[in-house]
């Protein structure tokens, strides 16, 4: 009995073995775009919220790669769906779209929980699940998303580099309570504080990447707030935390700012009026037509790793003019995603070599 127990053993070892290189084999994504005819596939997107700027234009940037696409004979159709962050709707939604014959529905979901049943439901009906820049924990979808830990990393680096490591008073302005992107970024923020031990959390609110809603929240907070020395942001929420400060006649902080065009032109009148500096970086809002390529390409055969990681946009001072220049007013700094660049995002995730660099917006 213990030899066949252990025959049984070497056998499940070597099953288990064989898997493995199996899945790491499947990881790697052929070079190049999938040629795969998907000119009868349908892509849809379920969005969470639509209340701020750079959810309108991740919208559009959504809507223009589809409309082409399907200009081009790559998909038969599309449609975007938003359900006012509320996650129930967001799952009813995501149902219905698997009723109508979407053979694929990108995903920004209000919740990282909360949506997979649903999320699970469509890949079991053969539908792909692509959830980007908000993850969701349901293991059939695909995710295509920053490193939130390098994001907060960024910010905290570079107000190291303009403050050192003297004890400094921080505000955090979050995005929306329980929104998966979030979670995952403020998780980011505790990592990269405990680096700067000499640096204290002295608020948190919920900005909604929204400078209103900023605006609003910081103005609460600050009258139970000692002197700020800087405000790590989540993106739309820096020129409101500016016009807090403003308000209530504070010096203005660091104040890491979200790529929006609102924040950048401020940035550069303060930095004409009285040399302040800062930094900006963000994710694009057609970091949607990353996520639609995913699918496309997937439809098409191509093989893609479960995480695809997208690069952040950074500006710094001596580039601010030249971005500001290609942001309408209103508007967020953006870039189109080709589905060439986007089947070398995918290379570069599957190869594990450096992603390629965002293009300059046209």
Known sequence: MRHLAFAKTLLLGSALCA?????????????????????????????????????????????????????????????????????????????????????AITVLAGSDTALNGAIKDACEAGVVVVAFASGVTEPCAYVVDYNLDSYAKAELDFIAGKLGDKPANILEIRGMAGDGFDKRLHEGVEKAMADHPNYKSVGEVYGQWTATVAQKEVSGILPSLPDVDAVLTQGGDGYGAAQAFKAAGRDLPIIVMGNRQDELELWKQQHEASGYETFSLGATPSVSQVAFWVAQQILAGKDVPKFVEVPLLQIHQDDLDAWLETV???????????????????????????????????
Do not use: C
């Open 19 to 103: 898997s493995a290189v199996v899945a790491g084999t499947s990881a790697r994504a052929d070079e190049g775009v999938a040629k795969g005819d998907t000119s009868g596939k349908k892509i849809a997107f379920s969005n969470s919220y639509a209340g701020n700027s750079f959810r309108q234009v991740m919208i559009k940037s959504f809507e223009k790669i589809a409309a082409e696409a399907q200009k081009d004979g790559e998909i038969a159709g599309s449609t975007v769906v938003s359900s006012n962050n509320s996650v129930t709707e967001q799952a009813a939604q995501i149902q219905n779209l698997v009723l109508q014959g979407y053979d």
């Open 328 to 362: 309408p007013e209103g508007g967020v700094v953006n870039a189109d995603y080709s589905q060439e660049l986007v089947a070398k995002i995918i290379d570069a995730n599957a190869g594990k070599t450096p992603l390629p660099a965002i293009p300059a917006p046209n």
